[in-house]
C-alpha cells in the first residue's frame, strides 16, 4: 500500500491563479482531511470529509474549496491564489473503526508570489 | 476551547542521552486522546505515541514514553538513548473522544540530536 499520497510535492502560483491540489489514499478510509501547516504554528484544519460526496468546513477554510468526488480522492482547490495561502499542506485520511489515528500524507509546499 | 502549549521552541540533546519534552494542554473534556507526532526534514508527520485520557497507565513505544498528568493537564514525552534520526519537530496534539475530526496541534518543538 501507498498510504496517502499528494500531488504536486512543490508548486509556485502567482496571485490570482487557480489550482487544485491532490490527496489520495488506497486504504479505503472514510475520512480525509486537508491542513495546512504555517511557521511557528501547527496544523490548522481547513477542510474535512466524512465520506464520499460530503465535506465540511475546519478551521481555517476561506478561500479554498474541496470536493470528494471518489472515496479514495479529497481534491484541494485554491480559485484565486493570495500570498496569505503559501503554506506546506497536509492531507490526511483515516478509519472509521480507529477514530484516532490519521494517516498523513507527505506535504506539498506551495509559494504563492 | 481546548488549546495544546508546547513552551520549548528548540531543545538540543547529545546521541545515547535522554531527553524530555513538554506539554501542557486546556480543556474542560474528561475523555480525549492526547499525541506525539514527528516531522523529520521530509516533512512527513509520523505518529509517534498515543495516549487515552482514561488509562492511567502511561504509554511507551519502544525508546519513546510519555509521562501523562491528568490533574495537572501535562502530557511530556521522554525519549531515552537519543539517536541522530531523532532529529524532527514534535508535535503534541489533542482530540476529545466525541469529536475526532478536531486534531488540534501544539506549535512545535524542534530537537536536534548531536553525535
Known amino acids: 500500500n501507498a498510504g496517502v499520497t499528494q500531488t504536486p510535492k512543490f508548486r509556485v502560483l502567482k496571485t490570482g491563479q487557480s489550482m487544485t491540489l491532490l490527496c489520495a489514499q488506497d486504504?479505503?478510509?472514510?475520512?480525509m482531511y486537508w491542513y495546512r501547516q504555517d511557521p511557528g504554528m501547527g496544523l490548522r484544519l481547513i477542510h474535512y470529509s466524512v465520506g464520499e460526496g460530503t465535506t465540511a468546513k475546519g478551521e481555517v477554510p476561506d478561500g479554498y474549496n474541496v470536493s470528494r468526488l471518489k472515496k479514495q480522492n479529497f481534491l484541494l482547490g485554491l480559485e484565486s491564489a493570495a500570498p496569505s495561502q503559501t503554506s506546506v499542506y497536509f492531507c490526511?485520511?483515516?478509519?472509521?473503526?480507529?477514530?484516532?489515528?490519521?494517516?498523513f500524507g507527505p506535504g506539498t509546499r506551495l509559494l504563492v508570489l | 476551547a481546548q488549546t495544546v502549549t508546547q513552551s520549548q521552541p528548540e531543545m538540543s540533546v547529545q546521541e545515547a542521552e535522554t531527553v524530555t519534552l513538554s506539554c501542557t494542554y486546556d480543556t474542560s473534556e474528561n475523555n480525549y486522546y492526547l499525541f506525539w507526532y514527528k516531522q523529520p526534514p521530509s516533512r512527513q508527520m509520523i505518529l509517534v505515541i498515543r495516549?487515552?485520557?482514561?488509562?492511567?497507565q502511561n504509554a511507551t513505544e519502544n525508546r519513546f514514553s510519555v509521562n501523562f498528568q491528568k490533574a495537572a493537564k501535562s502530557f511530556s514525552l521522554k525519549i531515552s538513548d537519543s539517536q541522530l534520526g531523532d532529529t524532527a519537530m514534535y508535535f503534541c496534539a489533542f482530540m476529545i473522544v466525541y469529536n475526532t475530526d478536531k486534531l488540534i496541534f501544539g506549535t512545535g518543538t524542534r530537537l536536534q540530536v548531536f553525535p
Open positions: 495516549q487515552e485520557a482514561y488509562k492511567q
Open positions: 490526511a485520511s483515516r478509519t472509521s473503526g480507529r477514530k484516532e489515528t490519521q494517516y
Open positions: 486504504m479505503n478510509h472514510e475520512y
